[in-house]
Antibody, heavy 121, light 110 residues
Framework: QLQLQESGPGLVKPSETLSLTCTVSGGSISSSSYYWGWIRQPPGKGLQWIGSTYYSGSTYYNPSLKSRVTISVDTSKSQFSLKLRSVTASDTAVYYC?????????????WGQGTLVTVSS | QSALTQPRSVSGSPGQSVTISCTGTSSDVGAYNYVSWYQQHPGKAPKLLIYAVSQRPSGVPDRFSGSKSGNTASLTISGLQAEDEADYYCCSYAGSYNWVFGGGTKLTVL
């Protein structure tokens, strides 16, 4: 069974960079059938797609976050990562990584458990 | 891209049916059949319920169904059960490998 696990600091200071990694197990991150995405959810609010990546390294970002986001993939470690620069309190959220079955279902079919990142000094 | 519009809350009694709407634009919901729905219980990750407008992943009960008309997609839950009480989110492809979620709907089973 495919599993995704987010990891990274739970507390980030304002103006600094939020860095998270998603480790994929039970399946291949290098499959040509899937993309890999980051989605976040501020406390008590809805979901927001942050961006997606493909095993080849192609990346796609939410236009509203594009200037601050970098997503990368490391197939040798079966991981993909998120960096969000110049964070503010509004970036406080649960961050999820998920698999996107772009070619078949167009749905995010496997999710990590999520990790809460708080932006505070 | 703006978030898709969903009602903030809906409710129904056990055994009844409820429908949750998801309104987008001709650039997302109206343009593509890549509409998906997710169920999220408190403190849990979202779970894929419906993909490609009306398809159910294996293991999802057929009480859950999806449809689309124009710029509005809908999720219908029939034969409501207590465990259906959760938040529900729609999601649509918005072109250029971009995706947009709805604001979420809280379902209360009375």
């Amino acid at each position: 069974q495919l599993q995704l696990q987010e990891s990274g600091p739970g507390l980030v200071k304002p103006s600094e960079t939020l860095s998270l990694t998603c480790t994929v197990s039970g399946g291949s991150i290098s499959s040509s059938s899937y993309y890999w995405g980051w989605i976040r959810q501020p406390p008590g609010k809805g979901l927001q797609w942050i961006g997606s990546t493909y095993y080849s390294g192609s990346t796609y970002y939410n236009p509203s976050l594009k200037s601050r986001v970098t997503i990368s993939v490391d197939t040798s470690k079966s991981q993909f990562s998120l960096k969000l620069r110049s964070v503010t309190a509004s970036d406080t959220a649960v961050y999820y990584c998920a698999r996107l079955d772009y070619y078949n279902s167009g749905g995010f079919d496997f999710w990590g458990q999520g990790t809460l990142v708080t932006v505070s000094s | 891209q703006s978030a898709l519009t969903q009602p903030r809350s809906v409710s129904g009694s056990p055994g009844q049916s409820v429908t949750i709407s998801c309104t987008g634009t001709s650039s997302d919901v109206g343009a593509y059949n890549y509409v998906s729905w997710y169920q999220q219980h408190p403190g849990k990750a979202p779970k894929l319920l419906i993909y490609a407008v009306s398809q159910r992943p294996s293991g999802v009960p057929d009480r859950f169904s999806g449809s689309k008309s124009g710029n509005t997609a809908s999720l219908t839950i029939s034969g409501l059960q207590a465990e259906d009480e959760a938040d529900y989110y729609c999601c649509s492809y918005a072109g250029s490998y971009n995706w947009v979620f709805g604001g979420g709907t809280k379902l209360t089973v009375l």
